[in-house]
């Protein structure tokens, strides 16, 4: 009996962290031919779906994700807005790790420590989230949470974005010769192109997306913009938008009848199915702030079917906002999104209980984003002046084994009056320091900017070039907390951060043209007194490469099944109980 109990002590201790449960899965990343608009290509599947499958954990769960790569180039997965506390090791991006080379396989590990929400995922390494490799990510409150809003009959999750019909070694191709991308071909719902609205714009035989729905209902859609660089307006015809959450917090309750979707961004709204069942609705994602009549076929449609409908849906798409020449008006809707203070987010404590506006700032970057320039010969963009080239090694590895000179430390904290040029750069960030990064558009297209590890508020946006005097209208109260904000074309985006997570995390441009060309950096945050309680050690399953190629030994193939930790206790409990009762008799 008592070596029972010790299989089973044994048991719980090497199968599962700590006391919260976790989920095991297997991404395995390949290509399949798909013709989405129409004309076959090259599409990037993960388990053979496009889009892949969704990631649906609840608050604190320990995520195993094991990764195979079956492309026919280097691989790393990126989790954008999750915050990987203490973990930096699993950002996925090339300032954190080595790449996973074709055939082999790399098992991410990571706890959604605090936090809920809509989010997704993507391949960071070149420009792969432009042929798919992208999928959504649901954390879920705990029961013991409520949500500050009566719960919804079900989830709908929708991956919108704009889309190519070159893949995205053909667009790599593009931008290195000295070209904009140009015009995308369409836009893409969940992976599928748009219903036929227009015979002429939307070719016969092309397969879209069919959401269906009961009347009386309501659903909670997570929408999130997938795309490779443009934003999109949002809209279903005949419903309100109620918007609830943005990117992990809940905002206060205010309907739209349309919204922007900047790329990157993910926001919930409730929508309830209050219309009559005449016919089908249309939902809609259409390209933003661009002249919509040349850009009228970059435009997704899919259909709103009620379990009552009574025809197809038909008539003229429900109309976009009218005010492409007023960018004014346009940035009322993003400056109107509040965080709703007295809600409890992952926590039970209300979201509006860190009282941002009262604390210090400690320090100020102004970070200036240029149209892009030729930089040695080469097509290149800049923030600061600086078109960031990504560490041979990657940066904590290089600072564990003291590989000297593998980055800078000098990330300049506003844009200086000289020459661009390319470098390794870095964000020299002090541990539990209170920052303001003011973000400057001075590119002639609509950009978002994302920071990793972290959430930050945005306190402010406006047009022209940030002052001093420009903190005199700042949100000091109830700004929305978010990973990933918009920027206007010759405006800037104002937020606050609190340097909390220790480790190095990625601030780019999410824009995939910018972002390849080399608009982004890195915040290096350390803690001097690390004790091992801030930072975790690296993963046992670490990739080496650059300056440390030598210690990487050959990677095993693992597998890992879809398990719920929590259900596998029990399932082992019943196990050994039998076999006490066996041993026993």
Known sequence: MALVLLIHIALFSTLCFAADPSVFLDFKLSYITLSPLGVPQRVIAVNGAF??????????????????????????????????????????????????????????????????GSFFYFPSLNFQRASGGFGPIIINNRNIIAIPFAH???????????????????????????????????????????????????????????????????????????????????????????????????????????????????????????QNATKDYYIVASARFVNETVWERVTGVAILHYSNSKGPASGPLPVAPSDIYNQWSAMNQPRAIRQNTTASGARPNPQGSFHYGSINVTDTYVIQSLPPVRIDGKFRATLNG???????????????HKVKGAYKLDFPNKPHDRTPHMDRSVIN?????????????????????????????????????????????????????????????????????????????????????????????????????????????????????????????????????ALHCGNFKLFLTLVITILALYFDF
């Open 386 to 400: 600086i078109s960031f080239v990504n560490p041979d090694t990657p940066i904590r590895l290089a600072d564990l």
């Open 152 to 274: 919804p009959d079900a989830d709908i999750v929708l991956l919108v974005g704009d889309w190519y019909t070159k893949n995205h070694t053909a667009l790599r191709t593009t931008l290195e010769s000295g070209e904009e991308l140009g015009m995308p071909d369409g836009v893409l719902i969940n992976g599928k192109g748009p219903y036929r609205y227009n015979s002429t714009l939307v070719p016969n035989g092309i397969e879209y997306e069919t959401i269906n729905v009961d009347p009386g209902k309501t659903y909670r859609f997570r929408v999130n913009n997938v795309g490779t660089s443009t934003s999109l307006n949002f809209r279903i015809e005949g419903h309100n938008l109620l918007l609830v959450e943005t990117e992990g917090f809940y905002t206060t309750q205010q309907n739209f009848t349309s919204f922007d979707i900047h790329v990157g961004q993910s926001y919930s709204f409730l929508v309830t199915m209050d």
């Open 429 to 561: 960030a002090t541990y539990k320091g209170f920052i303001e990064i003011i973000l400057q558009n001075n590119d002639t297209k609509m950009q978002s900017f994302h920071m990793d590890g972290y959430a930050f508020f945005v306190v402010g946006m406006d047009f022209g070039v940030w002052s001093e005097n420009s903190r005199n209208n700042y949100n000091k109260w109830d700004a929305i907390s978010r990973s990933t904000t918009e920027v206007y074309p010759g405006g800037w985006t104002a937020v606050l951060v609190s340097l909390d997570n220790v480790g190095v995390w990625n601030l780019r441009v999410e824009n995939l043209d910018r972002w390849y060309l080399g608009q982004e950096t890195y915040m290096r945050i350390i803690n001097p007194e690390e004790n091992g309680k801030t930072e975790m050690v690296p993963p046992d399953n670490v990739i080496y490469c650059g300056a440390l190629q030598s210690l990487q030994k050959e990677s095993q193939s693992s597998s890992a099944m």
């Open 51 to 116: 889009p892949g499958p969704v990631v649906n954990v609840t608050t604190n769960y320990n995520v195993n994700i094991n990764v195979h790569n079956q492309l026919d180039e280097n691989l790393l997965m990126t989790w954008p807005g999750i915050q990987m506390r203490r973990n930096s090791w699993q950002d996925g991006v090339l300032g954190t790790n080595c790449p996973i080379h074709p055939k082999k396989n790399f098992t991410y590990r990571f706890q959604v420590k605090d936090q809920i």
